[in-house]
């Protein structure tokens, strides 16, 4: 009899269906910062199914994970508004950690180069030693949805993207039939659900495009409610006409602006922040929609071969690398750089002074002893004449970081409304990479350390709203950049007293501290300060 029942107990707790789970993930105990600006508040944060489905006291509640806090921040994932690429997602996955480990959680790719479109000519080398091919971005899209993403990814078209498919690389107006051609390509990914079109134009072949080109390829991105994005023609002497410049191309175009990592770069130059600012707000206020972003860094990023002039490099690169040789053509070159202002003329930018211009990476392994030393330094190191080593380093392609900028234009922008803020840089994998810019690793978490918490320059609330909401209504993803119900679980957990970006320009390949929990579409992906690897993000279609 003693058997029986205990059969039947058994019976009964084996059929007893267990109580179901309110949450997938019930998050306790935190501080809400919810993306609005508005002011920090307690409450506790169930999600389910990818979305965020109560706010408010729920410590009753059942879920299959709860994290228990002690007063963090709860805040929405942050947005990159100009996070370069998104191909090292494909290639080397944990690249993303660069980015979730800021709290990024989407980013905003392509700036005047982009993922697609593709042709033989063009396609990255390295995603076809891996066995990659794609040519549109609805053949891109489909392939990242495939491999998974570890974040989300919003695509720009390139502009010079375009360009390269259809004219190449040479310094001239296209045709009446090419600008048809560029114009089906940009009409393809807008079609495909990219966000807008986006410039870089102080790289070739970039800057050969005029502003009347860009208008008509804006048109077209215009009919899906695009966005025109753009590194500026010039962000230093002649700053404000790039600014009038960029607005001209919204207005005739029909569309909303978006200026990346508004600068002004030079001493000589600083002062024109503030009517920079003032520039763009006068724009705002006639109802021009115009808004930018920021990276909290003094210095820039770029490659060495921006110090020379764009124009030598009409027939390509290599084709100009074998003259570097001449000494008749350095001294021209050399001529060039220190006298002539009517360009982006970076030595002038960094006060003439080569100590000022830090190599940030070198593609050859060999060389990479290189990196951290400034231009100057490698000259004492290879006792060569600085000009000489100027010229020799540049075919081999280093990304340098100048010294071009000051803290109080990055405080004014910080404090300016319709900023929002960006790394304006790529996804990279800490494991495989060995120079960077310290903002690839550090410029959420240096906001939030150095700007919010040590110098008060604005608000906790407001930098999370910068980093969230506001970038979220820029690229039209609205049911993203909110703690509340209903919107997509991009979320992240901080300590405002620890977090603290760890990255430097001697040592940038470095994660920041204290954001133990990323969250990306309900799934968890930083774990207690650990990758969980998972795959959870989404190629997003503004406005869908």
């Known amino acids: 009899m003693t058997n029986l029942v205990l059969l039947c107990f058994a019976l009964i707790v084996i059929l007893t269906p267990c109580p179901a789970q309110d949450f997938d993930i019930l998050i306790r105990g935190g501080r809400v910062v919810d993306g609005s600006g508005n002011p920090w508040f307690r409450a506790d944060v169930g999600v389910r199914n990818g979305r965020i489905v109560e706010v408010g006291p729920l410590a009753n509640r059942k879920a299959r ?134 410039t870089a134009l102080i790289y070739p072949p970039g800057t050969y495009a005029k502003t009347a080109e860009l208008v008509e390829l804006m048109k077209v991105a215009g009919r899906y409610g695009g966005l025109y994005s753009t590194h500026m023609r010039n962000e230093s002497g002649q700053l404000l006409e790039a600014i009038r410049e960029s607005i001209e191309i919204g207005e005739k175009s029909g569309t909303p602006v978006h200026i990346y990592h508004l600068k002004a770069a030079g001493e000589e130059n600083w002062p024109l922040m503030r009517k920079a600012v003032d520039a763009i707000q006068a724009a705002r206020d006639r109802g021009v929609d115009v808004t930018a972003d920021i990276y909290p860094y003094i210095r820039n990023g770029l490659t060495l071969a921006s110090f020379l002039m764009p124009y030598h490099y009409d027939k390509g690169a290599a084709a100009f690398y074998k003259t570097l040789s001449d000494a008749k053509v350095r001294a021209a070159l050399r001529k060039e750089v220190e006298t002539r202002r009517d360009w982006e003329n970076w030595f002038q930018h960094v006060g003439r002074n080569w100590d000022n211009v830090l190599v940030a990476s070198m593609p050859n392994k060999a060389e990479r002893v290189l990196e951290g030393k400034s231009v100057a330094e490698i000259a004492r190191l290879w006792r060569k004449d600085v000009w000489d080593t100027f010229f020799e380093l540049v075919p081999k392609d280093p990304s340098v970081n100048p010294k071009s900028m000051n803290e109080d234009q990055k405080h004014l922008a910080m404090r300016t409304e319709w900023v929002s803020f960006c790394t304006d840089a790529g996804p990279t994998d800490i494991q495989t990479a060995t120079g960077a810019h310290p903002r690839a690793f550090g410029s959420f978490p240096r906001i939030l350390a150095k700007y919010v918490r040590e110098e008060r320059v604005i608000s906790l609330e407001t930098a999370v709203r910068k980093m969230t909401s506001l970038a979220a209504n820029r690229l039209r993803l609205y049911d993203r950049g909110r703690i509340g119900p209903g919107m997509a679980a991009d979320i992240v957990i901080f300590d405002p007293q620890k977090v603290q970006d760890k990255a430097t320009f001697t040592n940038p390949l470095a994660f920041p501290e204290g954001m133990p929990y990323v969250i990306v579409n309900g799934v968890i992906a930083v774990d207690a300060n650990k990758s969980s690897g998972a795959k959870s993000g989404k190629v997003l279609k503004p406005g869908v």
Not at 147 to 164: D, E, K, Y
């Open 65 to 198: 994970r709860v994290i228990e806090l002690r007063g963090e921040m709860v805040s929405p994932g942050f947005i990159d508004m100009m996070g370069a690429t998104s191909v090292p997602l494909l290639l080397e996955p944990a690249s993303g950690q660069s980015k979730l480990r800021q709290g990024i959680t989407t980013i905003l790719a392509g700036e005047g180069g982009s993922a697609a479109p593709q042709i033989d000519a063009t396609f990255p080398k390295e995603a076809a030693a891996k066995g990659f091919r794609w040519s549109t971005f609805a053949e891109y899209h489909a392939l990242l949805a495939k491999s998974g993403l570890p974040l989300n990814v919003v695509h720009n078209v390139g502009a010079a993207q375009v360009r390269r498919v259809v004219i190449g690389v040479e310094d001239r107006a296209p045709t009446a039939a090419e600008l048809e051609k560029m114009k089906a390509h940009v009409d393809e990914a807008m079609r495909a659900g990219a966000a807008g079109v986006s």
